[in-house]
């Protein structure tokens, strides 16, 4: 079994490594470079690397990299200041071997005192970047399969619990429903708001009460319910696209979902000892 090291050498000119140290065998010193913090999915990412060993002959180098995945949702209800935000990430690959350089004398340099050669490793074509972000046509499919089967029901429970009668009497005409909204309103003066009764007037739901005796001793205003029924009956008829459907005639739904790479360098003497790089994290475009 091959020991992983870090080993500090004595001159401080060749000393490529962070501070972080793993005691046991001495290993080989290495540092590299990558050309770009960003590749495109199916091409290569290129890099500079440098290298020596105080103790044993160094016999190749591997590429490693483990792969994480970021997926961002945002669904926005138009009908209400609601939104539900996510970003999660999570890894979807552990660290593993991509592919093997081979050693070779011609790479020495008098002027660095260390091996130095340039390389490139793989990525997937696979891991391309997803989004689906605000269509101009809903589609229930890509909806189900980006947020789950039970989103859309459970989203429409979430906003019910919000809903208030200005919003009710603003969308039910709009799609159709209740045109004439006459029969469930109701209107009141509150004169905390103002002593003019053009400002202090505002409307709501016909509202009953239910005197104390019938509810512990105090009086309890509610909403009809023949009034509520019938909002609850209408309700199940609001298709969930109507309510993220923004002024612009586009749906507040995105998706997106993105890789990123967190990759290392490798490099092994003969006997199998090796050291490894500071990784690099390598966002997928």
């Known amino acids: 079994m091959a020991t992983l090291v870090v080993a500090f050498a004595s001159c401080a000119k060749h000393d490529f490594f962070d501070e972080n140290t793993i005691t046991g065998a001495v290993g080989p010193e290495a540092y590299w470079e990558i050309n770009s913090s960003a ?6 990412m290129g890099f500079t690397a440098q290298y020596y060993s105080s103790v044993e002959k160094i016999d190749h180098s591997e590429a490693w990299y483990s792969i994480s995945e ?62 689906w972000a605000q269509p101009a046509e809903f589609d229930s499919t890509k909806m189900i399969t980006y947020f789950g089967e039970d989103y859309m029901q459970n989203f429409k429970d979430v ?32 004169w905390n708001i103002s002593s003019d009764s053009a400002l202090a007037k505002y409307y709501h739901f ?37 309510l993220i459907k923004n002024a612009e005639g586009k749906y507040d739904v995105t998706y997106k979902r993105n890789y990123s790479l967190d990759a290392e360098l490798r490099v092994y003497d003969v006997v199998g000892t090796y050291s490894k790089t500071v990784s690099k994290e390598i966002i997928i475009n």
């Open 70 to 131: 970021t997926i961002d949702k945002n669904v926005t209800c138009s009908w209400l200041s609601y939104s539900e935000i996510s970003s999660v990430k999570s890894m979807k690959r552990v660290l593993q071997y991509i592919t093997e350089y081979p050693h070779l004398e011609e790479y020495w340099s008098d002027s660095l005192h260390a091996y130095t050669f340039s390389g490139a490793f793989p990525v997937s074509g696979t891991l391309a970047p997803l989004t």
């Open 206 to 242: 016909p509202m009953d009460t239910l005197k104390g005796a019938a509810v512990g001793g105090k009086d309890s205003i509610f909403v009809k319910p023949w009034v509520m029924d019938t909002m609850n009956y209408y309700w199940e008829k609001v298709p969930f696209d109507a």
């Open 39 to 44: 590749v495109k999915a199916g091409g290569a």
């Open 159 to 190: 906003v019910k619990t919000k809903m208030t009668y200005s919003v009710y009497e603003e969308q039910y005409p709009k799609l159709g429903f209740l045109t004439d909204f006459s029969p469930y309103k109701d209107s009141s003066y509150n």
